[in-house]
């Protein structure tokens, strides 16, 4: 991965082929707190001022306007990105990781395992030859057996998750590094012509680069849903389409469901496909999260969907990228942060350790929503479908290798970083929620979403405005 000293800004706009001469809309300020080893905050940082500026780029196109000024505020940002652990109902807070999801002493190292949803704890288990009621102390006996290795390439067969802890040059002497070392942060490119697409002006006080926009949302934790609930923000109507066979955590919802709305829908069955192609068929947006191949079975390739819709952008996130020897395994950033060294970079010799938040994740979530609505001002001028793709494992990459650790320098403000300033409240259908307001700041741009997280699952699978049209007649 090429990075010549730009900043980080500088090289995210450059990855999302944006014009260098709109950075100097973007001004930096405030005061945040990610403390790390590595240049965390220059990543978080970064990928909101992209994603802000390529929303507001958008807003210059809409209304025949000069691009709105940015801002950036390094309180917002830290607040955004530790938005999945702020999060409240009536005052809970959410389970972020189960009992088994956790780092774990093997024979000649260390392990870590995702165990958050009951199919993946179930696949642990059985892995390790244990009982679906085993708990933390069985768990750490099986694995204190074997080497890392072992425990890997045993849970992963069997569809579970296990990664084991490799140093920095441990990662650099894997294929799958090397392969991920080569590519760009991100990539997008033109699939299919067409003449260019035309965007309505926007009207409204709220400059909403993403209104009137469909996106379809396939996504699940944490990185996709960060994303669409950013294009919601910017206006879109995003609907999250899950199977039922994998149901969702409310909590993560409870942070990733703002201004969404959340159906289920098995592709499985002809009369739900059907309902799928229909919505399909009027996306102006589809966003998927699933490890490469699981909806390419579905009949679901970017090449149909283009087909299907000339006017298509398609963004695909996986965890490892789709080449190499791990291209179809799962993985969360959690998972990432472990095979790729910086938890052990992190950590100390005694005890791997972590990023101060979920940073690869909501990273990528901003650089994938910044992608997508540079696609939309690329598309309104050249037209065409455009498939964009990017990994967490990239973005680590990007993070170990390619920021530099003196990012551009807030201006400075008085006083330490107040979390509460850049939290708020609001009610919604399952009680009081505190959430992180969002960092995308653009001059004329909306300041929360416009609606609460709902029930996930729970909406019908229609578009918001024809779900409005029938409860009018």
């Known amino acids: 991965m090429d990075h010549s000293h730009q900043s980080g800004t500088a090289q995210a706009w450059a990855a999302l082929d944006g014009d260098p001469e709109l950075l100097r809309h973007i001004a930096f300020e405030g005061v945040g707190a990610l403390p790390s080893r590595l240049p965390v905050m220059e990543l978080a940082r970064s990928t909101v001022a992209v994603c802000a500026l390529a929303a507001a780029e958008l807003t210059g196109v809409r209304t025949g306007r000069s691009v709105p000024a940015v801002r950036v505020d390094d309180g917002a940002v830290t607040t955004a990105f530790l938005s999945d652990r702020l999060v409240r109902v009536d005052g809970v807070a959410p389970t972020t990781f189960a009992p088994l999801s956790r780092f774990w002493r093997a ?46 390439a045993t849970v992963y067969a069997a569809g579970g998750l296990a990664v084991a802890l490799r140093t920095p040059a441990q990662w650099a002497a894997h294929e799958q590094c090397q392969l991920a070392a080569a590519q760009p942060l991100l990539t997008t490119e033109r699939i299919g012509g067409r003449a260019p697409r035309g965007l309505p002006a926007l009207s409204g006080g709220i400059l909403l680069p993403a209104a009137g926009l469909r996106v379809l949302d396939l996504t699940r934790v944490l990185a996709g849903p960060v994303a669409t609930r950013t294009l919601a923000l910017l206006g879109a109507d995003v609907l999250r389409i899950d199977a039922p066979q994998l149901p969702e955590s409310q909590e993560a919802h409870n942070d990733t469901g703002l201004g969404k709305r959340s159906t289920v829908l098995d592709l499985g069955s002809a009369v739900d496909r059907r309902v799928f192609d229909e919505l399909l068929d009027s996306a102006d947006v589809v966003v998927t999260g699933y490890r490469p191949g699981a909806l390419e079975r579905q009949g679901l390739t970017p090449e149909a969907l283009a087909a299907r819709r000339p006017d298509l952008v398609i963004a695909q996130l996986s965890a490892w990228g789709r080449y190499g020897p791990w291209h179809e395994r799962r993985g969360f950033d959690s998972l990432v942060q472990v095979a790729t060294g910086i938890a052990a970079l992190e950590g ?31 598309q309104h001028r050249t037209g065409g479908a455009r498939l964009i793709r990017l990994a967490l494992a990239q973005t680590a990459a990007w993070l170990t290798h390619g920021i530099p650790a003196t990012e551009q320098q807030p201006t400075p403000t008085e006083g330490p970083y107040d979390q509460e300033a850049w939290l708020t409240e609001t009610d919604s259908a399952v009680g009081r929620l505190r959430h992180a307001v969002p960092p995308i700041s653009y001059a004329g741009g909306p300041v929360n979403w416009s609606r609460p997280p709902g029930l996930w699952g729970t909406d019908v699978p229609q578009w918001a405005n024809v779900c409005d049209q029938q409860q009018r007649r």
């Open 348 to 378: 100390s010799p005694d005890e791997p350790g972590a990023l101060p938040a979920q940073a690869l994740d909501h990273g990528t979530g901003y650089l994938l929503a910044a992608a997508v609505l540079r696609a939309l001002t690329e």
């Open 107 to 152: 024979a000649d190292g260390w392990v870590r395992t995702h165990a958050n949803y009951p199919h993946h704890r179930a696949q642990l288990l059985a892995a390790l030859g244990l009982p679906a009621n085993a708990e933390v102390p069985a768990v750490a006996d099986a694995i204190a057996g074997r080497t890392a290795a072992d425990v890997e």
